[in-house]
Structures are given as C-alpha cells and as structure tokens.
C-alpha cells in the first residue's frame, strides 16, 4: 500500500549470510514467531523491512498534507475537530512508525533525509489534490479503506515492532474509514450540488485508490521475498479485490455511481473492474502526480524553516546538561 | 439567500461568553494553520493537541452563548455566520503565525493569562461557566507549561533563537493589555459573582511572564502602551482573511448541512 515501490533486490544478499542461521531465522518466520530488534536477521530482511517502514512513515507524514489543506476551512466545528484529530493521528502513526523503523537501526534523521532527497518513495495516492470538502470524506471513506486493508494482515507481520504498531493503527484507521464515510453519506443525503460534489470526488479518487494496492500481480517482482519471510500475505491483486468488494456496495448505499462502466459482477460475487491505466500510475511514481512538487516542496519548506528551533532546542539541551553536569561536580 | 451575517443579542452575560469563545476559536485556528507545516513531528503533534482543546473549548462557550441568547443561534451560525465587525476575541489571538517563536510567544502570552483566569472563573457563580472553567483550567495549565519550556529553550538556545524570541516579544507585547480591560457590562458581572476581575490577575501574571522570561536570558519590553479594540469588534486587518477561511463553505453554501 504505502509501500508500493518497493525493491527487494537486495534479498540477493542473503548469499553472504550465514546459511544455518538463516535457515533457524526462516524456520522461526515460518512457526509464526515474531522477529524482534535484537534477533539475529538476514541484511536483506532488514533493509526490506527498514524501506517498508519508512516508506509507511513518509507516507503519513506527507498524508498530513492534501487533508490538512482543509482544516481551516472545515464547513463546520464538529467537522473541523474532527479532521484535525485525524491528521493529527496521521503524524502520530509516522511518528510511531519511524520509531519501529529505528528498531532496526537506522536513525529518524536519516530516513526524513532520504524522503527529502527524493530517494525514498512515499504513497502514489498523495500526489492528488484535495480540491473540494468531498475529498475529505472520500479520502476517508477510500484512502483509509484501502490503507486499512492493506495493514490488518500487516499486524500479523514477522516483525514484531511493525507488527504491533499496525495494530494500534488500524484502530484508528478504522475509525478514520467510518469518519469518512459519514461525511459522504450526509453529503449524499444532502442538497442536489452536495451530492454532485460527493460523486465528481468519487469519479476522481476511485482509480488512483485502486492504484495503492500496487502492480498487478503478473509484473509485480518483489512478492516472493516479501511472502516467504510473512512481512506480505496476501498479492496486491488479492488486496485489491477485496477492497473492490468491500467498497461496491457501500457506494450503492450511498447512491453513487462508481466511475467504470464495465465493471460486472460475476458468478461468485466479486466485483470485476476494468483496466487499471498503469501509465498514469508509472507518471505519479515517477514525480509526475498533479501535487508530487507541491508535497515535496512543502514538506521541504517545513523542515528548512525549521531548523533554527531544532538547532536551539540541541543548543539548549547541551547547556542544560553542561550545567547539570557542572553543579554535580561543585 | 440566507447569507447574511446573524444578528446577536449582545446581553452582558452573551457578549462576555462570546468573547471568550472567540477568543479560543481564533486562537485554536491559528495553531492549526501550523498542522503538517511545523519544525519537527512532535510539533506537529503538540500544536494541533493545543488547537483541539481551544476549539473544544469555543464550542462550548459558543453553545452556552447560544443557550443565554435564546434565540436560534447555535454554535455554527456564531463561528461561521458573524462578519469582522461582530468578532469579539483579543488581537493577541488572531496575530499571523509568523515564525516558530512568534506563534510559541502569542501562546505563551494567553497561556500565562489563560491558566490564572479559568482557574479563578471556578468559582463563578454561574455553573456552565464554572463547569467550562474546570475543564479549560487543566489544559491551558498544559498549555502554558509548553509554552514556557519552549520560551526557555529558545531564549536560552542559539543567538539567532534568542534574537527571534526577543523579536516576537517585542512585537506582542502590546497586544498584552486588553486582556485586563474590562467595560461596564462586564463590571456588573463581576459584582453579581459571574465574571472575575482580571486586573486582579495581572500581577501573577506579570511574576510568571518575569519568571520564566529571565531564566530564558530574554527581557520584557519596557514600553507600556497598549493596542485595544479586539472586544468591540475594531480588529487588525489579519482577522477578516482568516474568517474568509474559516467561513467559506458556510458563506459558498449557506444553510446547507454538512
């Protein structure tokens, strides 16, 4: 999901690894054990791992962003608290997850760094602009749906921090999904232009969501690695459909229509949908999204403008300890 | 269209309540702006935390405000439905964001105010407003906490923090004293036992202000004159672009259900 760039290439370098630790390390993976930070683990189980994290942690952060947009012009103050607390809880999972990424040895510093130098990828779907209230409820509704199915089989994930932090956010994208939902159902109970503006905002998200579960199955290198060592469960096709099932119906309730005409459904009760365009997805990833320089610049511009508090709060924190140190010695 | 600005009855007991209640949701929308945009994560975290208790806390004041009125206002119509004119918060509150230390010393200039005044209003007669205080007396206690540490370790950080916080103190100062003014409705709620004079605040609030101030190597200006006009609707020109935000989808869509 937010991880939809990954590149296990590295899974290579299992060669060089002990072979008889790395075969007690698999037969603990596949006794369902969980890894934990101190464990011993093969490099590529941990670089895999660290990209993953980190990729999940970039992607909340830079999620703050199209949602935050609308904060301050919330159309009322339940909503506005309400979206507030949301995003919020968005920095609070980033937060959460670059301290799973830490566990595995590399420094928060480091990985924002690399976010910012454009070497690490984050979610495709944060490259669309939010452009009306509708978005909010769709992004709640479709993004957080999509994102909450990609992350429960997450909490059962060999590694044990990342595991255990996926638990705590699936609870509050859970709660997210619903939040969204319930705006979307009292736009679509609401005047004719308010449920004109829940559909324009489904027709706009309804494939670029379709797009975060990743590749198609059939050029998707990276699962075997990914499978084989229970960090990934079920193929991003697998995860896709399941969401299209799950999603159809909710948007007959509300009285939208989803935005593919050939979508039928079939024998067995899944909801078949038409070509996803992979062009599009290709561009997004690329750099090429309608906000892929607006998110990166902002997110630039936060950090730059604040490195004189960060510098100060360190500048403060080695007076202090100086001083501590010194009236400990009188 | 119902478009137009509500109209108000501004009885001494609504009128105190909504400046109260302005004074925590322009405030609480200040702090938002900063959500996705501040110097570090836990920033990010603590500035919006901030923001939700005083938004919480204006829609409170704003209901009970709307209760006191009678009339069928509620909390929306007051925050989205009131041009510049009919705002009553302190120009303190509604001071652009500027940079990290303009924002964390607006803060900690309300916070010192804020912590003393909902804590004396606990015993106010009135019960809404007791209630409210106990409640808003536990955050901004928080609130202040957070401003002051930051205050320190900006005044005490690196000379270019030290010259920023210095800067956003001078700037600020003079939005200080409106805080302690008080008009004669507001006079008469403090003799029935409902409101609390502030001025009797004002000293506590200095020796915080001294205190934390000094230990952050920081220095309190010296002039005295003091910008007023925020509590009868004579704000600076940055109130009327944040409630052309703020109100929007309200002023887009007006009597819509969202």
Sequence with gaps: MYTQALNTAEADDRGLEDAARAAQFQARIDAEERIEPNDWMPAAYRKTLTRQISQHAHSEIVGMLPEGNWITRAPTLRRKAALLAKVQDECGHGLYLYAAAETLGTSREELVDAMLAGKAKYSSIFNYPTLTWADIGTIGWLVDGAAIMNQIPLCRCSYGPYARAMIRVCKEESFHQRQGYEIMLTLCRGSDEQKAMAQDALNRWWWPVLMMFGPPDATSQHSDTSTKWKIKRFSNDELRQKFVDATVPQAQYLGLTIPDPGMTQDADGHWRYSEIDWTEFKQVLAGNGPCNRDRMAARRKAHEEGTWVREAAAAYAAKRAHRQTAQAAE | ?258
Aim: with cysteine; hydrophobic share 40%; net charge negative.
């Design chain 2, 1 to 258: 269209m119902p478009v137009a600005n509500i109209q108000v009855s501004e009885t001494p007991m609504v009128l105190y309540t909504l400046r109260r209640a302005d004074d925590a949701l322009i405030l609480g929308h200040r702090l938002s702006e900063w959500c996705g945009h501040a110097p570090m994560l836990e920033e990010d975290m603590a500035l919006s935390n901030i923001a939700l208790d005083l938004i919480g806390q204006a829609r409170e004041l704003y209901t009970y405000a709307a209760a006191v009125e009678g009339k069928d206002n509620d909390e929306d119509k007051l925050a989205y439905l009131r041009d510049v004119r009919q705002y009553r918060n302190l120009l303190l509150v509604e001071q652009p964001n500027g940079d990290f230390a303009q924002t964390l010393v607006r803060q900690f200039f309300y916070s010192a105010f804020a912590d003393l005044y909902w804590r004396a209003m606990m015993t106010s007669r009135d019960a809404t407003l007791a209630a409210i205080a106990a409640k808003s007396e536990k955050e901004s206690a928080y609130h202040l906490r957070h401003a002051s540490e930051w205050i320190i370790r900006l005044g005490d950080g690196t000379d270019e923090s030290h010259v920023r916080a210095q800067t956003a103190i001078d700037h600020l100062w003079a939005f200080t004293g409106e805080m302690f003014a008080v008009d004669d409705g507001e006079c008469a709620l403090i003799h029935a036992g409902i409101a609390i004079d502030p001025g009797t605040l004002r000293g506590r609030w200095l020796t915080t202000l001294s205190d934390v101030i000094s230990e952050a190597t920081l220095e309190l200006p010296q002039n005295d004159w003091m910008q007023q006009g925020g509590r009868a609707g004579r704000h600076s020109e940055h109130l009327g672009h944040l409630l052309s935000e703020l109100q929007s989808m309200q002023r887009t869509f007006p009597g819509l259900t969202w």
